[in-house]
């Protein structure tokens, strides 16, 4: 079992441009989730689909961010235009079809840094 | 909205020695769940608690639920290197689906 793909692990880009994080889920798993991690405000959800539609997206920060999730076996978390207090690491994180309260399998992480 | 607050933020133990870290959430839940992160790392699932009291443990670790379903607690006994890590606890609140994830222990063990 290969667990959460992220890609890329790390990305580097100047403001203003637009940068796309991508995952793949668990096979089988309905349910994926999009967070934050930084030093000052923790491990924050922004995103979380089940079944390939957006439950709640309460936690994006802003219009500048958008998530879509295609199929069942991708998603995509874009930042457009970035800004340096964007920068973060990205995690993706899928479950079981029974929701939220199962165990979350999280990727290894995508850490984007804006200059 | 719900708040899920840990303490301490950090510790530093010297190995052998227990650890103990306190999650405190605003509103009652409906369950609890434990992650470890270790550093450069991804949280990772430890375990789960549902009943009010609850009580399980994994080998040194032992996790507890209260009584009234708003804290928890994760005690580790005689501590190891390969237990430093940060240690996130995470819920759901009744009205909610989704969970929120506490602000983490950081645990530091030295020789």
């Known amino acids: 079992d290969a667990g959460v793909i992220q890609s890329p692990r790390h990305e580097v880009t100047e403001m203003g441009q637009e940068v796309t994080l991508r995952c793949k889920p668990i096979?089988?798993?309905?349910?994926l989730f999009w967070y934050r991690q930084t030093m000052m405000r923790g491990l924050e959800l922004l995103i979380y689909f089940n079944n390939n539609v957006p439950i709640d997206d309460s936690g994006m920060p802003e219009d500048r961010f958008s998530a879509k999730m295609p199929n069942a076996s991708f998603s995509t978390l874009k930042i457009q235009p970035s800004e340096p207090r964007d920068s973060a690491v990205y995690f993706c994180?899928?479950?079981?079809?029974?929701?939220?309260?199962?165990?979350?399998?999280f990727g290894p992480g995508t850490r984007l840094t804006v200059l | 909205g719900q708040q899920v607050m840990q303490i301490p933020q950090y510790q530093h133990v010297q190995e052998g020695e227990d650890f103990t870290t306190y999650c405190n959430s605003s509103?009652?839940?409906?369950?609890i769940q434990w992650y470890k992160q270790r550093p450069g790392g991804h949280p990772v699932f430890l375990i789960q608690l549902v009943k009010s009291g609850e009580v399980k443990k994994q080998k040194r670790l032992t996790f507890q639920f209260g009584e009234a379903k708003k804290n928890s607690s994760l005690h580790i006994t005689a501590t190891q290197t390969t237990d430093v890590g940060t240690y996130f606890c995470?819920?759901?609140?009744?009205?909610?689906?989704?969970?929120?994830f506490g602000t983490g222990t950081r645990l530091q063990v030295t020789l």
């Open positions: 994180a899928s479950s079981l079809s029974s929701g939220p309260y199962n165990e979350q399998f």
């Open positions: 096979s089988g798993h309905d349910y």
């Open positions: 509103t009652t839940l409906s369950n």
């Open positions: 995470a819920g759901i609140s009744g009205t909610a689906s989704k969970l929120t």
